[in-house]
């Protein structure tokens, strides 16, 4: 096997037998070759406690208050001192509400302080916060109440009426309600009309403070939270996370940035607005609150988040692939309509400084006179102090990692992991470009290895190339599924491996490029296979393109798109165009329109070499955007790809028919 910069072979390969697949070398990180990095706590109650002693006067947690007009502040922050009391007395009240060590605690609301002090609460009692959502699902808040047992739900005003819709079918085993925010007094009154304890936030810090109780320090092996993966089929399954998997993930965090040189403090910020109830956020703010840095909440709309972001000034910019997409499009669009010298300009030090990164120049030195005339001007919009942009949760489209190294005056990295291995098990190397449109290498934490897959073809021997489904193990995994020994089983080995369900290749450096979900790989009938989200990510690359969802199956031999079109491409295209219409009235079904999209699709398509097989050949236009709501989209914005075959299905046998019948007439021809 080949030898990478980046890795450290811990484990010889292991040859295929008669039950299982030939597997690579199990590898570590080259930085833990000696051994894995330590921290001073072992539990998430330790660490906060530790932090709040060390530095008791830094601000802690922020938000931005709005005054009569909607608008919004200055961040406002609390200190680490007075979150460590509403903490103390929150853990109190819970205590004086009959809630007992090792019970669930439900939180059910979008990222706020309150959202993160009840969460603190939960540690300092050995109490698991269990996330609540309804975005997986009409029943899904009532079904995860009931499956965890959670005796106590936190909850924001804005969600308070979904909740109490779940209330009468979880009285078996919840009993107490805490809202923050002003309330919404027929949901209140709903709540204890049937026998539920409820109080305000206010109420129940003033309860804590007048019942006080001496904290349960949970132990490292115990679970501090179960978290609930949407997944894109299937009821949501609880993974079950330690204090001590979570301490290995913000030990990750920090070490990660050791090795890496980049120079995070106590006196840095992070914008909270990726769900605090997915562990992607939650691990980076309990790294943050780790080093006594200050976190910022978002107001809430992702039309302000830039508003937001520079209103904070982070040091580190976290975003999933949806965010970095809005940021493309609508610079992008800015500099299309520039006047001509403003367009030329931009472009030429883009070119410039992409060419001197890709020949291996640090990012400030790539190209020093642009980043002073035009791209600080670019990052200063998002603050101007941020030190690294992340990406997760997804696979970045090329050109909009290109896009974002070149812009941000930042090294920006993508990075790789599941809930089940607390969100940080891969991640790229700071400033390299060799790793560019790949997750990296191992995360400080992590052991990994691919496992072959003889019926895709992916051999994970291959010394070339090797490929195959991803199997990660380390201190950061999680224990299995809550009531589910059975689906723990299928993904986890007996020695510890866990089985991803993503195929990647490892990269001549040793970094890992994610091809595809092993499920997501589909045969056509000419016997191709079609890696489908590496596909999206080469036609998202067209400007017109908002959305798009790649399909295809064993019966048919080509494949076939639908695209939700951007807006504001599109209907000034049509304008320029002569084609009438409004964008949500009848523009969409103009055969030019349609004709004029899928000649985008196509020229992406051949720009990427993609091959033949490989390069749509139709496309249905739709005006509504694929949804979390409509259960088109997982919260992390992954595609549920059953549900969208649901609800397109009639779509794609038009199209499909449309296809052959054409391709008769060509024959007859």
Avoid at 21 to 43: L, M, Q
Avoid at 109 to 137: F, H, I, K, T
Wanted: net charge neutral.
């Amino acid at each position: 096997m080949p030898t990478y910069k980046y890795l450290h072979e811990y484990e010889p390969a292991r040859p295929a037998t008669a039950d299982k697949p030939s597997a690579s070398p199990v590898y570590r990180s080259v930085y833990v070759k000696d051994g894995f990095p330590t921290v001073e706590f072992a539990t998430l109650f330790e660490m906060f406690e530790q932090s709040c002693i060390k530095y008791p006067n830094n601000q802690c947690l922020g938000k931005r208050d709005k005054n009569e007009k909607g608008e919004a502040g200055p961040f406002v922050f609390k200190t680490y001192a007075e979150v460590h009391k509403e903490v103390v007395q929150a853990a109190s009240a819970l205590r004086a509400l009959g809630v007992e060590p090792s019970q669930r605690v439900g939180v059910f609301g979008a990222n706020c302080p309150e959202w993160m002090v009840a969460m603190q609460a939960c540690n300092r009692m050995s109490l698991q916060c269990v996330p609540l959502y309804d975005s997986l699902g009409e029943n899904a808040v009532e079904y995860i109440i009931n499956h965890s047992e959670s005796v106590a739900a936190f909850c924001s005003t804005q969600k308070l009426p979904a909740l109490v819709k779940a209330l009468p079918r979880t009285k078996e085993t919840l009993k107490s309600v805490i809202y923050w925010g002003p309330g919404k007094e027929d949901a209140i009154k709903a709540a204890t009309d049937i026998g539920y304890k409820v109080l305000s936030f206010s109420e129940l810090l003033a309860l804590g403070a007048e019942k006080p109780a001496e904290p349960v320090p949970p132990k490292p092996e115990e679970l501090c939270t179960i978290m609930y993966t949407s997944g894109t089929t299937g009821a949501p399954k609880g993974v079950m996370l330690t204090h001590a998997a979570v301490v290995a993930a913000v030990n990750t965090a920090g070490s990660y940035c050791k090795f890496n040189n980049v120079y995070l403090n106590d006196t840095d910020r992070m914008l909270s607005y990726l769900p605090l109830a997915h562990i992607f956020d939650r691990v980076n703010e309990e790294w943050f609150l780790s080093m006594g840095a200050a976190i910022g909440y978002w107001q809430g709309d992702v039309t302000k988040l830039v508003d937001d972001v520079a209103a904070l000034q982070p040091s580190l910019f976290i975003g999933v692939p949806r965010v970095f997409d809005r940021i493309y499009t609508g610079i992008m669009s800015q500099i299309n309509n520039a006047s001509f010298l403003k367009r030329s300009l931009f472009n030429w030090g883009f070119s410039r400084k992409l060419y001197f990164l890709r020949q291996g120049y640090s990012h400030t030195k790539a190209a020093p006179f642009f980043d002073k005339l035009i791209f600080s001007k670019v990052a200063a919009r998002f603050g101007g102090k941020v030190k690294a942009v992340v990406s997760g949760g997804a696979p970045l489209a090329p050109h909009v990692e290109d896009f974002l190294r070149v812009i941000m005056c930042a090294p920006v990295v993508q990075g790789y992991g599941l809930t089940e291995t607390n969100a940080a098990s891969f991640i790229a190397a700071a400033d390299v470009m060799e790793h560019a449109a790949t997750v990296g290498p191992p995360t400080p934490l992590t052991e990994f290895r691919l496992e072959s897959v003889p019926d895709m073809k992916c051999d994970a021997l291959d010394p070339k190339l090797p490929k195959g489904e991803v199997l990660i193990r380390g201190a950061a995994n999680f224990t299995g599924y809550y009531k589910a020994q059975d689906k723990t089983d299928e993904v986890v080995e007996s020695d510890g491996w866990f089985h991803t369900g993503d195929i990647a290749v490892i990269t001549p450096t040793g970094a890992i490029k994610i091809v595809d979900r092993k499920k997501n790989i589909f045969k056509l009938s000419q016997g191709e296979y079609v890696a489908v989200e590496a596909l999206e990510s080469t036609y998202k690359k067209a400007t017109v393109v908002e959305q798009v969802w790649v399909y295809g199956n064993s019966f048919e031999n080509c494949l076939v798109a639908v695209v939700v079109p951007n807006k504001a491409v599109i209907t000034a295209w049509a304008k320029e165009a002569g084609v009438s219409g409004g964008y949500e009235e009848g523009l969409l079904e103009d055969p030019r329109v349609n004709q004029y999209i899928l000649s985008e699709l196509v020229r992406v398509g051949k720009e990427d070499k993609l091959k033949g097989y490989e390069i749509i050949k139709a496309v249905h236009l739709d005006h509504v955007q694929f949804s979390v709501e409509e259960d088109l989209m997982t919260p992390s914005f992954k595609l549920r790809r059953p549900q969208l075959q649901a609800k397109y299905q009639k779509v794609i046998d038009a199209m499909y028919t449309d296809i052959k019948k054409k391709e008769a007439e060509k024959t007859r021809e």
